[in-house]
């Protein structure tokens, strides 16, 4: 059974910074690209960033400069640190990624349960 578990979340203060981590555990045989997105109240869900297995990235214009994804493929965790951040960036934020594992036979979704990111103007 494959897992995303997201940590990092919390609140803070506009204008500071947190580091959202999002490790895949399960009997994975591959990961392509790994996401973070994000969910307002009475919003919909939007994608923020996104890297490639290799790591390549795309930003939503609305975190570009302020907001870096990164991952580490030994650990299959995915990192997004946001700083300079805004009350408008409070949200549920949701990791995402495209895996392959031992119970299926092509990559699918897999989603976390998200972590809240609160940030007070």
């Known amino acids: 059974q494959v897992q995303l578990v997201e940590s990092g979340g919390g609140l803070v203060q506009a204008g500071g910074s947190l580091r959202l981590s999002c490790a895949a555990s399960g009997s994975i045989f591959s990961i392509n690209s790994m996401n973070w997105y994000r969910q307002a109240p009475g919003k919909q869900r939007e994608l923020v960033a996104s890297i490639g297995s290799g790591g390549s990235t795309n930003y939503a214009d609305f975190v570009q400069g302020r907001f870096t994804i990164s991952r580490d493929n030994a650990k299959n965790t995915v990192y997004l640190q946001m700083n300079s951040l805004k009350p408008e960036d409070t949200a549920v934020y949701y990791c995402?990624?495209?895996?392959?594992?031992?119970?299926?036979?092509?990559?699918?979704?897999?989603w976390g349960r998200g972590t809240q990111v609160t940030v007070s103007s």
């Open positions: 995402n990624a495209k895996i392959l594992s031992s119970q299926t036979i092509a990559f699918r979704d897999y």
